[in-house]
T-cell receptor, first 112, second 113 residues
Framework: AQSVTQLDSQVPVFEEAPVELRCNYSSSVSVYLFWYVQYPNQGLQLLLKYLSGSTLVKGINGFEAEFNKSQTSFHLRKPSVHISDTAEYFCAVNTNAGKSTFGDGTTLTVKP | DGGITQSPKYLFRKEGQNVTLSCEQNLNHDAMYWYRQDPGQGLRLIYYSQIVNDFQKGDIAEGYSVSREKKESFPLTVTSAQKNPTAFYLC????????????FGPGTRLTVT
């Protein structure tokens, strides 16, 4: 079985500042990693994913994430956030054998 | 446009009544999922289906039932046995497991009083 830990439940940040949302995972088999974003009262939508290859992946809205196998992490970053980035962010892990496992989410609040 | 639809957006029921939440997809995806979302608890898997006429219990299946008679439809029934049914319910689909991401519907907010 796999598990996902999002290390911060809430991250407040000022507009135009950089942000990092942290995600660690554990699994005994190879994993595929995803970040999703959820705006209030909506479903989730995919930000980016790591399947294989380059450990730095770029997604929509200027977000990127780096897969670190030795630290079993997949942290999400953005160099300069906007008010519109205020949302909840979920890290998720897939394996070939099982269903997806989601973290508990990180609420990003961007303040003016 | 391809996507997932959930209806209704808001649903109100009296305690003791069963209620069915609709989920339809036109993405031709084999796998479909139901999640429950409560504040601060992330997504918890209720049921999932990898193929028509087959489904498996997730982590919190008690008090819920599903059917998968058609590839594009995966309705969820919240029964009167569910002790705390008020929540935000999300339906999702994917081409399969592993490398495939999930596509989510807009959700149904169920309030039971």
């Amino acid at each position: 079985a796999q598990s996902v830990t999002q290390l911060d439940s809430q991250v407040p940040v000022f507009e135009e500042a950089p942000v990092e949302l942290r995600c660690n995972y554990s699994s005994s088999v190879s994993v595929y990693l995803f970040w999703y974003v959820q705006y209030p009262n909506q479903g989730l939508q995919l930000l980016l994913k790591y399947l294989s290859g380059s450990t730095l992946v770029k997604g929509i809205n200027g977000f990127e994430a780096e897969f670190n196998k030795s630290q079993t992490s997949f942290h999400l970053r953005k160099p300069s956030v906007h008010i519109s980035d205020t949302a909840e962010y979920f890290c998720a892990v897939n394996t070939n054998a099982g269903k997806s496992t989601f973290g508990d989410g990180t609420t990003l609040t961007v303040k003016p | 446009d391809g996507g997932i639809t959930q209806s209704p957006k808001y649903l109100f029921r009296k305690e003791g009544q069963n209620v069915t939440l609709s989920c339809e997809q036109n993405l031709n995806h084999d796998a479909m999922y139901w999640y429950r979302q409560d504040p601060g608890q992330g997504l918890r898997l209720i049921y999932y289906s990898q193929i028509v006429n087959d489904f498996q219990k997730g982590d919190i299946a008690e008090g819920y039932s599903v059917s998968r008679e058609k590839k594009e439809s995966f309705p969820l029934t919240v029964t009167s046995a569910q002790k705390n049914p008020t929540a935000f319910y999300l339906c999702a689909s994917s081409k399969g497991q592993g490398v495939y991401e999930q596509y989510f519907g807009p959700g149904t907010r169920l309030t039971v009083t």
